[in-house]
């Protein structure tokens, strides 16, 4: 890692109040910094999902803000995962090398699920609007086949004249040479409707087939969704009289300009979970924590992440579900379904199930009041007295312990041989199974102990499982951030600038061109510096960090190494990756040569530092809190009589 300094990067300064903003698959949670005072705002709404910006002017309005006098706006979005989730895309078509429409449909050799036959796939663009035109390049990027110009504009023209409204150009071996897929895109805009062209070597310039064509097939489909959305809440906030930029975050912990977000719209894939990753590692390095195990469990979801010294790992193998890879750097964040409103059933074995489906924020759990009527999470919480009744946000009509305790009775109890608090207590124990193996998943996999971790614990009902997944995976300490349901938008307020690039050389390193080497990663360096030009947001300095993707001959996955700077020497490469694999596996492999298959910079804008002791006001602190008061919570099974202390009025550590 390099810190560069004196880059001649200029930014235009950004003046006033920084608002973060996460929209939430049940709540849209929204932060305030003003910059003059340093004092914070906090606001939380059901999230509106017909049009996520109404729930977004719905926070604006409940913390009251002057949107004349904010300098900025950052926001976390789920808009593109739930698209790709849901399959609500726009229709893409694609044009391919002939002989390989079906490379998105074929995949990997791997099923759905591990054993049976069962299982199914939906490609992101169905087979016939997947075309064919005759060109061919050698993974040298050498010309086999000249590119059918002819052919090329009779495809688009059919694809035109089928409604499609997004493009994508996915040629065979075009990282290696990109001319093909340049000029089909040339000839594409003389007569496509619109700007929405993807190239597959633009977006990312690996050698993998299936995985490139996946993520320009995701980034191409959910182009136009994107665009009109941002398009719509900047129209909506301007109206409102904000005059500034709204920056969208990316799936890497960065940000970008949401006027040049939808270029890329695949690195906004798991937006919302970034955000939160961010805030636990700007929290964590301020408390002195910088080794964390982040537990993010919001209302239909539970994200899991690891943090070693106060870095969230990047990677650019995610696999956001079966067959969906998006081969753009995010944040290495695991996912289950358990969240708040995750409902639980008795299946026809008999057994109890939580999750993965949710009652949403619409109507939501039973305890909210709106109309829901099948139990939840939220709602064992509730009946187990771990809630206060008089709190819970979003409770428009109030529904009784009694109604509560009968519905867990009927749907649960009665089919598991259990009473109303025994059914709660399962649910309990159920999702806590399911949120510790993603925790074990996340450390494990990653060669890490959870026992040299802390856990830090966010979302709206994080907090309330995590003494319980301490004790189950044996972390030492739990970290509670002062307002864990307004993580994910503290993380939009704190996030620096970011751009990763990624570039394929695939040779054995032992032929590597090293001059070409160092002008790959100064090629990416210029292009980051470009981007951060672009953005409008005031930095304190610029970071490069630089790494490669190295395997030993033969294998098919690779592993990241970290480089000291951009200009590495063979043999510093081969260190560095035998180092690298004996702290990930505990093997030593000399007799085998290795490969470097990805080179990969990151350029980051570091932003100013916020105070994260504003977000409790610290005249309301006292030196021996006392208990406002005092209810029945079931412990194990048992009901006992708990004192309840307002978060506000202990003291700071």
Request: charge should be negative.
């Amino acid at each position: 890692m390099s810190l560069a300094k004196g880059t001649g990067v200029e930014h235009s300064e950004t003046r006033g109040s920084i608002i973060g903003v996460d929209v939430g698959g049940t709540f849209t949670d929204l932060v305030m910094v003003d910059s003059a005072s340093g004092t914070m705002r906090i606001a939380k709404t059901p999230t509106t999902l017909d049009n996520q910006a109404f729930g977004v002017l719905a926070a604006l309005e409940q913390a009251e803000v002057d949107l004349g006098e904010v300098g900025l706006i950052v926001h976390g979005t789920t808009t593109t995962t739930n698209a790709v989730l849901e399959r609500k895309l726009s229709r893409t078509g694609l044009i391919t090398t002939a002989g390989f429409r079906d490379v998105l449909e074929l995949g990997r050799r791997t099923r759905p699920q591990a054993y049976g036959m069962k299982g199914q796939f939906t490609p992101i663009i169905p087979r016939d609007l997947r075309l064919e035109v005759p060109e061919r390049m050698d993974a040298q990027g050498n010309v086999l086949i000249p590119l059918d110009e002819d052919a090329l504009r009779a495809a688009i023209r059919q694809l035109v004249d089928t409604g499609c409204e997004a493009l994508v150009i996915h040629f065979l071996h075009a990282y290696a040479n990109p001319a093909h897929e340049l000029r089909a895109a040339e000839i594409a805009a003389e007569t496509w409707p619109n700007s929405y062209i993807t190239t597959g070597h633009s977006l990312l310039s690996e050698s993998r087939e299936f995985e490139r064509g996946v993520t320009a097939a995701v980034n191409a489909s959910v182009q136009p969704l994107l665009e009109r959305y941002v398009a719509r809440l900047r129209d909506e906030l301007a109206a409102k009289g904000y005059r500034g930029d709204v920056l969208v975050m990316n799936g890497n912990g960065g940000m970008v300009s949401s006027r040049l977000v939808a270029r890329e719209a695949a690195k906004t894939v798991m937006s919302g979970p970034a955000s939160g990753v961010m805030a636990a590692a700007y929290t964590g390095r301020r408390a002195s924590e910088p080794n964390l195990l982040t537990y993010d469990m919001g209302g239909t979801s539970t994200d899991v992440a690891l943090i070693r010294d106060g870095t969230p790992p990047v990677s650019n193998e995610i696999e956001v579900e079966y067959a969906m890879p998006i081969h753009v750097p995010m944040v290495d964040v695991r996912t289950v379904g358990a969240g708040g409103g995750s409902i639980a059933r008795v299946n026809a074995a008999g057994l109890l199930e939580v999750g993965p489906e949710s009652a949403g924020a619409d109507p939501g759990p039973i305890c909210y009041g709106k109309g829901g009527t099948r139990p939840t999470i939220s709602d064992a919480n509730m009946l187990l007295g771990r809630l206060n009744t008089a709190k819970l946000n979003a409770v428009a009509g109030g529904v009784g312990m009694e109604e509560l305790a009968a519905v867990f009775a009927r749907e649960l109890g009665a089919p598991l041989g259990v009473d109303a608090h025994g059914a709660a207590d399962a649910v309990i124990r159920m999702a806590n199974a399911k949120m510790a193996g993603a925790i074990r998943m996340v450390s494990l996999s990653l060669g890490a102990d959870p026992r040299d971790f802390a856990l830090f614990a966010f979302g709206g009902a994080g907090p309330l499982h995590a003494a319980a997944l301490a004790r189950e995976l044996g972390v030492p300490r739990v970290l509670v951030p002062a307002r864990p349901g307004i993580t994910n938008a503290l993380g939009c307020a704190v996030a620096d600038l970011r751009h990763d690039f990624v570039q394929t050389l695939n040779q054995p390193l032992d032929d590597l061109d090293i001059p070409a080497l160092h002008a790959a990663f100064a090629g990416q360096l210029a292009e980051g510096q470009a981007a951060l030009a672009r953005e409008n947001v005031t930095v304190t300095r610029v970071e490069h960090h630089f790494s490669a993707d190295m395997q030993f001959l033969g294998q098919s996955h690779v592993v990241r190494v970290p480089l000291a700077d951009a200009t590495p020497t063979a043999e510093t490469l081969r260190s560095r990756f035998n180092e690298v694999y004996w702290q990930r596996f505990k093997v030593a492999l000399p007799e085998i040569r290795a490969r470097i298959v990805n080179v990969n910079c990151s350029v980051i804008g570091v932003c100013a530092p916020v105070d994260l002791s504003r977000l409790i006001d610290a005249a309301g602190r006292q030196a021996h809190a006392t208990p406002t008061g005092h209810r029945s919570v079931y412990f194990d099974g048992s009901p006992r009589d708990t004192p309840i202390y307002w978060r506000d009025h202990l003291r700071q550590m």
